[in-house]
Nanobody
Framework: QVQLVEYGGGLVQAGGSLRLSCAASRSIFTFNAMSWYRQAPGKERELVARITSGGSTNYADSVKGRFTISRDSALHLQMNSLKPEDTAVYYC??????????WGQGTQVTVSS
């Protein structure tokens, strides 16, 4: 079973920054695409940012200009100018060549006002 593990979440004040990372049990370059999702209580899980194996990225409108997805040996999400509405559990997702999706356990991000 492919394992993804997120880390870097925590508590931050509004306007602050956090950097999330996601490590995989195999090279992230074996995934066709990797994404960050988030889910707040009472809300559906939503796509935050996505990066393809070719380096193309896309972002939810709510985070454009504030969040940056990137990869090296791991997947990262740099989150700047955080807002209370960014509070959620953030999940790493990987899509492999067989179109199977793998999920991390999630990491909590809490932004205080």
């Amino acid at each position: 079973q492919v394992q993804l593990v997120e880390y870097g979440g925590g508590l931050v004040q509004a306007g602050g920054s956090l950097r999330l990372s996601c490590a995989a049990s195999r090279s992230i370059f074996t995934f066709n695409a990797m994404s960050w999702y988030r889910q707040a209580p009472g809300k559906e899980r939503e796509l935050v940012a996505r990066i393809t194996s070719g380096g193309s990225t896309n972002y939810a409108d709510s985070v454009k200009g504030r969040f940056t997805i990137s990869r090296d040996s791991a997947l990262h999400l740099q989150m700047n100018s955080l807002k209370p509405e960014d509070t959620a559990v953030y999940y790493c997702n990987g899509e492999d060549v067989m179109r199977e999706n793998y999920w991390g356990q999630g990491t909590q991000v809490t932004v205080s006002s």
